[in-house]
Every structure is written in structure tokens, then in C-alpha cells.
């Protein structure tokens, strides 16, 4: 293993360990369950958007690998104070990185932080662990349903 994924892999562990925004927020104005019945996985994610559209808070609250709680965590403390569509964006980049072979450049540079995680795309089965937040912020942001769960079978 080379040092930059050994480096890598202490930072999934951290965010596993001491999970960034790990709580509910009261009075969410978007909302939405993510449950990966396959592994057990199973978060809820809550956001305060304000009238123009930023995320003024994040949280999310479950249980489920360190994969899965990991991504929830990053994903956290990326999108507080982005716009919608920044934070869409940032999911469609994140689901680009760890499913795509090839990813340009472009990609891996949107990506930032989230580099951490390309590994995940050799172990299919844990691409949908990594995922999990994400589905369920992109249900969040974009439906009108304040209730539903996102499944990822």
C-alpha cells in the first residue's frame, strides 16, 4: 500500500471514528432516509436551505460501515454554504469518481477532497455503501416529498 493511500485510508477511519455533522437537525427543511438493505446501511440526512437556496446546515444520523459513514461525513462538511446546484454537482462528480475507470482530470480536480474515496470503485459492492449519503441528498434537494426513503438495491 503507498503512503497516499495509507493516508487515505486514515482519513475514511477518522470520518468513521468521529463523524463530522453526526446529528438530527429539528425543523429540517429537507430531509430524506437512505437505506441500503443489502449491508444494512441506513442514514437519514437533514438540511436547512435558506430562501436563496444555500445549505446553512447539514447533519445526518444512522448506522452503517465505515465506508458509508465515512462518505456521510465528507459529504457533510463539503456542501454546508453551497448552493443547490453546487452540491448536485458535487454528487454527480463523487458518483462520477467512484465508478468510472478513467476519470479526467477535471473530474479528479472538482473532486478535492473526495479523492479519498476512488478507491472504492475496485470493490463494486461498496460503491453503493459510498453512495448512500449521496442518493439521499440528491432525493432531498430535488423532491417535493419530505418523506421518502432513498433504497439503493
Known amino acids: 500500500m503507498s503512503n497516499l493511500d495509507e493516508l487515505y485510508q486514515e482519513v475514511i477511519l477518522d470520518h468513521n471514528r468521529n463523524p463530522r455533522n453526526f446529528r438530527t437537525i429539528e425543523g429540517a427543511t429537507n430531509y430524506a432516509h437512505g437505506k441500503n438493505p443489502l449491508c444494512g446501511d441506513d442514514y437519514e440526512v437533514y438540511f436547512n436551505i435558506d430562501a436563496n437556496g444555500i445549505i446553512q446546515d447539514v447533519g445526518f444520523q444512522g448506522a452503517g460501515c465505515a465506508i458509508s459513514k465515512s462518505s456521510a461525513s465528507v459529504m457533510t462538511t463539503l456542501v454546508k454554504q453551497k448552493t443547490l446546484a453546487e452540491a448536485l454537482e458535487l454528487a454527480k462528480t463523487f458518483h462520477l469518481l467512484v465508478t468510472q475507470d478513467e476519470v ?29 449519503a449521496w442518493r439521499a441528498l440528491e432525493d432531498a434537494l430535488t423532491s417535493k416529498d419530505a418523506t421518502h426513503v432513498v433504497s439503493t438495491e
Open 104 to 132: 479526467a482530470a477535471e473530474i479528479k480536480t472538482k473532486a478535492g477532497k473526495l479523492k479519498i474515496f476512488e478507491g472504492v470503485k475496485k470493490f463494486p459492492v461498496r460503491v453503493k455503501c459510498a453512495m448512500l
